[in-house]
């Protein structure tokens, strides 16, 4: 195959066979911005738990290798906020693997 039409998370995809010259790498990756615990939970669940693998801050690698960042929302905002509350949320979120919504909450109270 030269090229496969996908859909992710409702998002038409294209991907291209290189070949051999050009390798997978973690230069590619998807971004899903979940509203919640529960879908956070539910995309990560369905990576890691078919074959993937955890990695830190929201990131995690599918069962070939592609690379994911589960990110709810809440997180997102905090961290563009600025400041002291940027400050503690992010460094809450450097350990966790999958985001705690409840713990960025708390982060961001102080």
Sequence with gaps: MLTVEFTVAGIPCMGLNGGPVFKHNEAFSFQIATDDQQETDRYWNAIVGN?????ACGWCKDKWGVSWQITPRV???????????????????????????????AARRG
């Design 75 to 105: 997180l997102i905002v905090a961290l563009s906020v600025g400041g002291d509350e940027a400050r503690r949320v992010f460094h809450a979120m450097m350990d966790m693997k999958k985001i705690d919504v409840a713990a960025i909450e």
């Design 51 to 55: 074959g993937g693998e955890e990695s």
